[in-house]
């Protein structure tokens, strides 16, 4: 097919970002192509409404939170909690009134005909502020209910929020779980990228999957849907055998009764929520010695028809954990493997200790061994250190593109002059938008991730490998499990370097023309 076609010439020409290039030009056919009930997978035309337009459309039953002042200025006399986390590019996001420490998510899928997800979200979350109300971002599905510390509490929903109304008002550092019960058919919507939809993909009968980059967590979940507020997760999931439901981490438990299947898997270390995944499918759990040197198991879930051939496609991943281990620090998560989905669009995701693969990349010929190498690289630079705000997308996207080319000269020995050479060559090509500030609907644009990768080349050129290697380390050390900002890395460079390097990184992250790389 078109998208299988675009993506082997792709993995020909030894690249990361034009599979996402393919994807975006060819993903809404695929799906819909791919579907058995096409009402059940939305295009971004189709799925608009849900995407706000008018406020608070169908709140009703909370209390007044609004009052118009003189002038008709709105102000706000409750206590929110402030509804968005204040992301630059996605300002609808998000809740600062609470940290959230963990979520529990009991989800109950059927994929036969359209998809159905019913599912009780257990939230541990402890308030920052005193709250009269808080909200989750919420698309499409239904609740049913909520609880407080097991006391029911009145809800409403619009477009893209679940509203609580606590019968009093939370105190600020307050330990509290809300549940809420919820159902119905979940979407994919628009993500204003070039990546095309994120979020619930229904792909038949034969299986599902949840695409959360960048705030696609929504579709599935009641989430604070933002990278600065990391989470555990545990992720149950009942589905009719032969299908089984794969999620993050390590799977604690796996249990058949009555013809369905229920698997339980629990991501221990902080996680931002759009690394968190959910599929369904007709999986073979896989899982290979731990490496020699590191220790870290792997446990691959692939769907069945490639379970033969999957592994050409990954011979190298213990070698890798072993020379990244090395370079940047020990791997950060329990476990690391792959979940390779029976669906055609064409793409790879650095899901959280396990990346997803589209089986269109799965040929087994080792042909995308920079694609195995990104999102596995991923795993340091973005999901143990994940950006402070979508603006810092690079601190993703440079970082693991640049680590492809890191494995090729420490783990196969190529010669760094010619990595060089392609490097400047494929950045020449991708100017604009500047990696610093790519906009939104630059999020993902090649110059992100080349212009991004070679800037981490001269800084090495720029500071000597010891001093480079020692600024990557540090910064995994110090802002590992959280987020950190573009801001963060150039203080932290100029701090171990003892250079002044903000005239650098202005003129590599811009969108100008590139400077000559440090002799
Ligand atoms: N982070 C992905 C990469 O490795 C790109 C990406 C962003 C993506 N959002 C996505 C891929 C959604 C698939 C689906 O470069
Ligand atoms: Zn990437």
Redesign the pocket.
Known sequence: MLAAVTLVACAADDS??PS?AS?SETATAELDSTNDAPEAVSTPTSTSTTVPAAPNTTSTSTSTSTTEAPGSTILLTDNLGGETIGDPYYPDVGNTGYDVRSYDLDLKVDIEGRDTLSGVATIDVVTTAALDRLSFDLVELEVKSVTIDGTEVPHTQTDDKLRLAPPTTLEPNAEITIAVTYAGTPISMP?Q?R?GP?GWFDIGSTASVA????T?ARTWFPVNDHPSDKATYTVTIDVAEPLIGVSNGELVRSEAANGRRTTRWEMRQPMASYLATVSIGDYALISSDPSATTGVAVEDAVAQRLATIFEGDFEQTDEMIDIFSELFGPYPFDEYGVLIVDAEFG????TQGRS?YSESLIDGDGSIERIVA??LA?QWF?NHVSPSTWQDIWL??GF?SYAEDLWLEFGRGRDVVQLQTRLLGRASDALSPAPRDPGPEG??APSV?RRGGITLHALRLEVGDAVFFDILQTWLLRFGGGVASTEDFISLSEERSGNNLRGFFDAWLSDGPLPALPS
């Open positions: 990361i970002d996402l994807r993500s990228t990546i994120i695409i959360g980059e960048p696609g793409f790879a995701l650095e997803l990104h999102e991923h973005g993703n996207e693991a999020l993902f991730y």
